[in-house]
């Protein structure tokens, strides 16, 4: 019978010989349910933080006042027009607080690339959108024909489409998670390996691989700590490595003594 549940893990996962001695004993399958809980809360919570965080960008003072330079835009029959005088620029503040050039529109055909605007990174003629690489290249222009549909947006129309993309992010950073897990589910199946290795096989790999799934949760829940606080670690995906390994060889010395080793993978 188990000792220890699923919520308990995040936290006994660090530091209970006890715990791990109840997994290997009492639980059954590959852990990797409990590891996928533990991400998708996890995950969970990282992908409403990075909404939140791009919201609060949309409503700070310098992405405002961007937007709200913009003019208002109709696209008709794939050629543009604007409700300002061409050429209009649209400036933004730099790091050293001076204003430089973002975006141009010119619908008057005068303008044929955003090098003839000093410090400009891209052109929007009545035709096409042209983007600079950097200081030497431009990308491919884009023709406004491409869009195959007509558009009228105003500076206010443009924060909402903005607004709408920070839920899209949301959810497909959330779906993100899935391939996250699955990609620890493939470490946990080579560390239950290296678990075979470092118990001389007295356990069985269902036993090695499910205390491997329970020892990648530190790492796991250290690695969500960062994300959620904005804090970077240098080389920290190559140091969950040896965290992992750590936690795996913390878990099979707590076995004492040897499980039964003819449990299957479930």
Same mark, same amino acid.
């Given at each position: 019978?188990?000792?220890?549940?699923l *919520?308990?893990?995040p936290?006994?996962?660090?530091?209970?010989?006890e715990?791990?001695?109840?997994? #290997? /004993? @009492?639980w059954? +399958?590959t852990?990797f349910?409990?590891?996928?809980?533990?991400?998708?809360v996890?995950w969970?919570?990282?992908?409403i933080?990075g909404y939140?965080?791009?919201?609060?960008?949309?409503?700070?003072k310098?992405?405002?006042?961007?937007?709200?330079?913009?003019?208002?835009m109709d *696209?008709?029959d794939?050629k543009l027009s604007?409700?300002?005088?061409?050429p209009y620029?649209?400036? #933004? /503040? @730099?790091a050293? +607080?001076?204003?430089t050039?973002?975006l141009?529109?010119?619908t008057?055909g005068?303008?044929?690339?955003?090098d003839?605007?000093q410090?400009?990174k891209a052109?929007a003629?009545e035709?096409e959108?042209?983007?600079?690489?950097d200081?030497?290249?431009?990308?491919p222009?884009?023709?406004?024909?491409?869009l195959q549909?007509d558009?009228?947006?105003?500076?206010?129309d443009?924060k909402?489409a903005?607004?709408?993309?920070s839920l899209?992010f949301?959810?497909l950073?959330w779906a993100?998670?899935l391939?996250?897990?699955?990609?620890?589910?493939?470490?946990?199946?080579?560390y239950?390996l290296?678990?075979?290795v470092m118990?001389?096989?007295?356990?069985?790999?269902?036993?090695c691989l499910?205390?491997?799934a329970?020892?990648m949760?530190?790492?796991?829940?250290l690695s969500?700590?960062?994300?959620?606080?904005?804090?970077?670690?240098?080389f920290?995906?190559?140091?969950?490595?040896?965290?992992?390994?750590?936690?795996l060889?913390?878990?099979?010395?707590?076995i004492?003594?040897?499980?039964?080793t003819?449990?299957p993978?479930?």
């Amino acid at each position: 019978m188990k000792q220890f549940s699923l *919520l308990q893990t995040p936290v006994m996962a660090f530091f209970s010989r006890e715990f791990y001695r109840d997994v #290997a /004993k @009492n639980w059954s +399958g590959t852990g990797f349910a409990t590891m996928f809980i533990v991400l998708l809360v996890l995950w969970s919570a990282i992908s409403i933080r990075g909404y939140f965080v791009m919201n609060q960008g949309l409503e700070s003072k310098d992405v405002n006042d961007l937007i709200n330079q913009l003019p208002t835009m109709d *696209l008709r029959d794939g050629k543009l027009s604007i409700d300002k005088p061409s050429p209009y620029t649209i400036y #933004a /503040k @730099n790091a050293d +607080g001076n204003q430089t050039a973002i975006l141009t529109f010119d619908t008057t055909g005068n303008t044929k690339s955003p090098d003839e605007i000093q410090g400009c990174k891209a052109l929007a003629t009545e035709t096409e959108l042209i983007v600079k690489k950097d200081e030497n290249d431009t990308t491919p222009p884009m023709a406004w024909s491409g869009l195959q549909k007509d558009i009228h947006a105003t500076p206010t129309d443009v924060k909402s489409a903005l607004k709408s993309c920070s839920l899209v992010f949301l959810g497909l950073f959330w779906a993100f998670g899935l391939i996250v897990f699955v990609g620890h589910m493939l470490l946990a199946l080579f560390y239950g390996l290296i678990g075979m290795v470092m118990d001389r096989n007295k356990l069985g790999y269902a036993t090695c691989l499910r205390i491997a799934a329970i020892a990648m949760i530190p790492s796991i829940v250290l690695s969500s700590i960062l994300s959620l606080s904005g804090a970077a670690v240098p080389f920290w995906g190559l140091i969950t490595i040896p965290i992992s390994l750590g936690y795996l060889y913390f878990g099979l010395a707590a076995i004492d003594p040897p499980v039964v080793t003819t449990e299957p993978i479930t």
